[in-house]
């Protein structure tokens, strides 16, 4: 009873400071109205739906740190990166979706900010809506073209961006390939990196560091969203009220806000967060139908699939997750007509060592083949298992990727599953007398990816 009554005491102090330090946070939030005199909204539906915008305002950012992250030249006042931040009903998930800068958009009837001139609906770049109208015209354009309601609005520039990878002590993000972009100054070798604020926004910005441009770049935004996720998470910022009042002081205090978005918002974030994992927040684009559609007066912009991305806007609203779950039938079902299984991996991300568990001459070196025909990483140099009695086939796996063993798995009909504990990245296959090839799979249909998946290992 001791012991009870005083866990008691500790949580509701904790509670009581924890609220007591972030009311004192309001203050700090520069306010905006982006739902002023907004009518035929979309139904709201569940959970929580945030327009999270990056605008590219650097007029806080002094001028060596100008200099030295390449941040020169006049800011075009529009959107450098908007996401749709979902957290679900249950406070157990996060799926956010990159909505690109670039993306072939028609806003509703409004007044230009700028010129005082009234508009009726035109067709404009998304990132273009800021300009326009401001927050409330690129709330109005999201909302028009996804009929998702959003409930709150979130606007950081450079300097809160910088401020939050400083005050979290850096980030870590890892590199698959050397990345080089001379418009930004990024420059990262392949490996793991300790960003700090600076270094940070040259990773988010580069459009030229390899060939994929704007959608790489999202691609990247993602994954450092995840980091972020997982560096907040496991570093005790959400378990301690004093630590988490600083680091929410210094952030808040160059963030725009609606007027919504106050004390209790912080804390129910705050203790949704403290339960989430990297894998607990999930990441996709958009699904894009013709790239480089030419617009007169506009220029070259991206047209979404109306089928599959209204598909993806009905899951937001109906609060499901946009990853796929588990293959069919967990060790690979056989699908119809031949057609490829759905996994939530995509193969290009797995390693695969082949063994062959059997006395077949050449058989590991046949399913190393096949398997990378389908577009998994095989090491392309099989090897005989200890024993060749094996009757089954079967993928060894370290539990931390359960997720691409159950992907893998999905592509060998009839096989099964072993955690082995410490074995690392690499997936291991051991043939079996039951092989009969490799079935096709292809990630969901949204091209998700988790926290888990995308962050360093």
């Known amino acids: 009873m001791r012991a009870v009554t005083t866990l008691s005491v500790v949580v509701l102090a904790a509670a009581g400071i924890g609220h ?24 709201a539906g569940h959970g929580m739906n945030v327009l999270l915008v990056g605008t590219d305002s650097r007029e806080k950012i002094s001028e060596r740190e100008r200099r030295r992250y390449r941040l020169g030249g006049a800011p075009c006042h529009c959107t450098d990166t908007m996401m749709i ?61 996804t009929h998702v309601k959003i409930d709150h609005y979130l606007e950081i520039d450079f300097t809160s961006f910088m401020k939050t990878v400083d005050v979290l002590g850096g980030v870590e993000i890892c590199a698959t390939r050397p990345l080089k972009d001379s418009y930004t100054g990024l420059n990262l070798a392949a490996g793991k990196h300790e960003l700090n604020g600076g270094e940070a926004l040259q990773y988010v910005r580069s459009r030229h560091a390899d060939g994929s441009s704007d959608l790489g770049r999202m691609q990247r935004q993602q994954r450092f969203m995840a980091a972020l996720i997982a560096q907040s998470t496991s570093s005790g910022v959400l378990l301690n009220p004093m630590k988490f009042r600083d680091i929410t002081r210094a952030v808040l205090g160059s963030v725009r806000a609606d007027k919504e978005f106050g004390t209790g918002e912080l804390l129910d974030l705050g203790r949704a967060m403290r339960n989430f994992s990297p894998a607990s927040s999930e990441f996709t684009t958009v699904p894009i139908g013709r790239m480089g559609f030419a617009v007169k007066g506009i220029g070259s912009t991206l047209k979404w699939d109306a089928a599959k991305s209204g598909r993806l806007f009905r899951a937001l609203r109906e609060d499901e997750p946009l990853a796929v779950r588990r293959a069919p039938g967990g060790g690979g079902g056989h699908g119809k007509g031949g057609a490829p299984v759905r996994v939530e991996v995509a193969p290009q991300q797995i390693r695969v060592q082949v063994e062959n568990g059997t006395r077949t001459a050449g058989l590991g070196r046949k399913v190393d083949r096949e398997l990378a025909g389908a577009g998994f990483r095989t090491t392309r140099v099989p090897v005989n298992a200890r024993g060749r009695e094996a009757g089954r086939t079967v993928v060894a796996y370290d539990p931390r990727w359960d ?53 360093c290992r």
Request: net charge positive; aromatic share 4%; charged share 25%.
């Open 20 to 43: 007591s330090v972030v009311s004192s946070l309001d203050a700090d939030i520069a306010r905006v109205d982006p739902f002023k005199d907004m009518k035929n909204r979309p139904r």
């Open 85 to 145: 931040v979902h957290i679900s009903e249950d406070r157990e998930r996060a799926s956010v979706v990159s909505l690109p800068r670039d993306s072939y958009a028609v806003t509703p009837p409004h007044t230009d900010r700028t010129t005082g001139h009234r508009h009726g609906g035109h067709v404009i770049k998304l990132n273009a809506a800021y300009a326009e109208g401001g927050p409330n015209l690129t709330v109005r354009t999201v909302e028009h073209m």
């Open 403 to 455: 997720r691409s063993a159950r992907s893998l798995a999905a592509a060998l009909p009839g096989s099964s599953l072993r955690v082995v504990r410490g074995q690392g990245a690499v997936m291991r296959v051991t043939v079996g007398v039951d092989y009969r090839g490799v079935r096709k799979v292809r990630v969901g249909e949204f091209g998700v990816t988790t926290g888990d998946e995308v962050g």
